[in-house]
Each structure stands twice: as C-alpha cells, then as structure tokens.
C-alpha cells in the first residue's frame, strides 16, 4: 500500500472510448470498490491534478486536448491508460482517425491493458501511480534543494 503524504488529485479524461472503461473507472469510485481510500482525489482541472487517467484511443480531434491538459499539469506528474485502446490503439487502431495508444501523443508511465479494464487493475494500475508520483515528489524536492530554492 502507498504512503501518502498528500492527496494525489487525479484528472480523468475519455479519448474516444466505448464508455466501457469509463464506467469501470467510475465504479472504482463507488463504495463498493473506494479507490479513494488510497488518498486519491477525482478532480475536473488539470491546474490541480497530479495523475492524469485517460481512456480511449487518441484520434485527430482529442489529440491537442490531450497536449494542452498535460502541459496544464504541475511537475511531477503521472500518466496512466486505462484500457486496450488507450494502451494501444486497441480494435480502433485501423480507423483512418485512430493515431494509436495515448504514448503517440504524451508519456505513459502505466498501462492498464484490458477491454474493458477491471476495477481491481485499475485501482492496482493508481496504487502504481501513488507510488510513482510520491517518489517524483521526493526526487523533485531533492532537486530544488540540491539548486538551493
């Protein structure tokens, strides 16, 4: 289990998905799952997100919406896809408007592969991310230090 030493704020957004994932990644939301039980948060603004959880594949339209939330985004960050499509393209990738997996457009650090992903990968797939970002954290902070701001 991570420690965390603050909220993580995570920043979901829906490429061009089925949906299927998007409902999965609500129910790790509900009770019955408690992703939030892990620190995290669920936000809207990418000014305040430290995760930024996407579904879908990437396609000509949502491609400069997904550059400017993550450029939006604070340092450190993570990047998590959650699903085949967001990991590769999945059954869309042939489409004339499929560019492929969210990594043809921003970083990936996790993948959460799966047609629809379960909510217990993806609540594993953000306990990586805590971690993750948590240790960005720490290396960022030793960074200011060691250049004395």
């Known amino acids: 289990m991570a420690k965390v ?11 061009s998905s089925c ?3 998007d409902i999965e990644v609500l129910a790790c939301l509900t009770p019955v799952y408690d992703a939030e039980r892990f620190g995290i948060i669920n936000t809207g603004d990418p000014l ?7 579904t879908g594949g990437i396609n000509s339209q949502n491609q400069p919406v997904v550059k400017q939330l993550y450029e939006q985004m604070s340092n450190p960050k993570v990047v998590v896809a959650v699903g085949t499509c967001a990991c590769t393209g999945g059954i869309f990738k042939e489409c004339y408007n499929i560019k492929g997996g969210v990594d043809t457009t921003i970083p990936v650090d996790i993948y959460v592969p799966g047609c629809a992903a379960r909510p217990q990968s993806i ?3 953000l306990v990586q991310a805590i971690n993750l970002f948590e240790k960005r954290c720490d290396d960022y902070a030793y960074q200011l230090n060691a250049e004395g701001q």
């Open 123 to 125: 609540i594993d797939g």
């Open 19 to 21: 949906n299927g994932c």
């Open 5 to 15: 030493k603050r909220s993580p704020w995570v920043l979901h957004y829906d490429g």
């Open 48 to 54: 305040q997100a430290d995760i930024f959880l996407i």
